[in-house]
C-alpha cells in the first residue's frame, strides 16, 4: 500500500493528510466529516453510516474513503439513486482528473454529450488521476494513477456501450453506478442490463464483484405508508 508510510499514526493525521492531498493544502474537514472519515480509514474494518444536513459535505467523505480503499490495493463502487446525482458525482471525479492529472498530456476523461440539442450538456464517463502522497519519515512521495468510471447501463445508453468496451472502463479501481443497474435483469431484452452481467457472465455474475472490498451508498431513505 502507498499509505504504508501512515500505519500507526492518529487517524485524524491520515484523514487531513488525504484530504489535502485530493484537494489541496488548504482543504480542511468539518467535526462530522473527521469523525467520518477516521472510522472508515480505521484499520479495523467497520460500517459506517453519515447522516448530516444537506450540502454539508457527505461526497468529500466518501470519495476520499474511495481513494483511500484504492491506495491500499482494493477497489471501490459507490452506488447512487439516480442519474441525476451520478451526473454530479462524475463532475466530482472529472474535476479530480484536471486537478491532479501532474505531467500527464493525456486526456484526463472520456466524456459524451448526452443531448446534441444543448451545447456542454455532456457527462463523464470515466477518466484517471495520480495521487501524489506527500513525503514522510522513511517514505518519499509517491505518484499512483487510480482510474474511474460510471455504469448506467447499456439497453438505453448508446454512449456506454462504446465506453464499456474501453481499457478505462473494464480496468476502473473505482465505479458509479445506479442501483437497479448493479444486478438487475432487463426484462425487455430477456437479458441482463447490469455491470456484474456484462463483465461476469449472465449464469455467474458474482465473478465481475470479486476485487471490490468497499461499497458506499450515497443516500439511505426510508419508505412509509403505501410507499413502504
Known amino acids: 500500500s502507498v499509505w504504508s508510510g501512515l500505519r500507526g499514526a492518529p487517524l485524524e493525521e491520515r484523514a487531513g493528510r488525504l484530504v489535502r492531498e485530493l484537494w489541496g493544502a488548504q ?5 462530522k466529516q473527521l469523525e467520518a472519515l477516521c472510522a472508515a480509514l480505521d484499520d479495523e474494518p467497520r ?6 444536513a444537506t450540502a454539508y459535505g457527505k461526497t468529500r467523505v466518501y470519495v476520499a474513503a474511495a481513494v483511500a480503499e484504492v491506495l491500499a490495493g482494493g477497489k471501490a463502487v459507490i452506488f447512487l439513486p439516480f442519474s441525476a446525482l451520478m451526473s454530479d458525482i462524475s463532475r466530482t471525479f472529472a474535476q479530480l482528473s484536471k486537478a491532479l492529472r501532474g505531467a500527464v498530456q493525456d486526456p484526463s476523461t472520456v466524456a459524451y454529450d448526452l443531448d446534441d440539442r444543448v451545447r456542454g450538456a455532456g457527462m463523464a464517463y470515466g477518466g484517471f488521476f495520480y495521487h501524489q502522497s506527500e513525503a514522510s519519515a522513511g517514505a518519499p512521495p509517491r505518484a499512483t494513477k487510480l482510474t474511474w468510471t460510471l455504469w448506467r447501463g447499456v439497453s438505453s445508453d448508446v454512449h456506454m456501450r462504446t465506453h464499456q468496451e474501453t481499457p478505462l472502463f473494464k480496468e476502473a479501481d473505482i465505479v458509479l453506478a445506479i442501483v437497479d443497474k448493479w444486478a438487475y435483469p432487463d426484462a425487455r431484452s430477456g437479458g441482463c442490463d447490469s455491470y456484474l452481467s456484462h463483465l461476469g ?3 455467474r455474475p458474482d465473478r465481475a464483484a470479486r476485487g471490490f472490498s468497499l461499497a458506499i451508498v450515497d443516500e439511505a431513505h426510508e419508505f412509509s405508508q403505501v410507499l413502504g
Open 27 to 31: 482543504a480542511t474537514l468539518r467535526p
Open 47 to 52: 460500517d459506517v453510516v453519515l447522516s448530516v
Open 201 to 203: 457472465s449472465t449464469a
